[in-house]
């Protein structure tokens, strides 16, 4: 069973930044991508980034390419998502997933975090 926290959300003026973390307890796979998800009022839950623990391969959504950056330290399993020029269409609950794979990259189990409100507006 993994549990995720998260912290960092807020309210930032357009072309501020911030910074989320998400920091799991307990593991779960051989391997596991760890990475944020954002939903708007009325719309689906969309990726954002996400980042594997085995090699470090990143995977952004078309929207914050180029603005956002997703790191991770597993020594202490926490994902960080440096989000910089924000904009107000990036207000949105954020949610860390950690999503658990065997060695043969098969998904076996998925965890959701409570999420993180962040609002971009002036």
């Known amino acids: 069973q993994v549990q995720l926290v998260e912290s960092g959300g807020g309210l930032v003026q357009p072309g501020g930044s911030l910074r989320l973390s998400c920091t799991a307890s307990?593991?779960?796979?051989?391997?596991?991508?760890m990475g944020w998800y954002h939903q708007r009022p009325g719309n689906q839950r969309e990726l954002v980034a996400t980042?594997?623990?085995?090699?470090?391969?990143?995977v952004y959504g078309g929207s914050v390419k180029g603005r956002f950056t997703i790191s991770r330290d597993n020594a202490e399993n926490t994902v960080y998502l440096q989000m910089n020029s924000l904009k107000p269409e990036d207000t949105a609950v954020y949610y860390c997933?950690?999503?658990?794979?065997?060695?043969?990259?098969?998904?076996?189990?998925?965890?959701w975090g409570q999420g993180t409100q962040v609002t971009v507006s002036s």
């Open positions: 997933n950690y999503n658990a794979l065997s060695y043969n990259y098969a998904s076996i189990a998925n965890y």
């Open positions: 980042i594997r623990s085995n090699d470090g391969r990143t």
């Open positions: 307990g593991s779960a796979g051989s391997i596991n991508v």
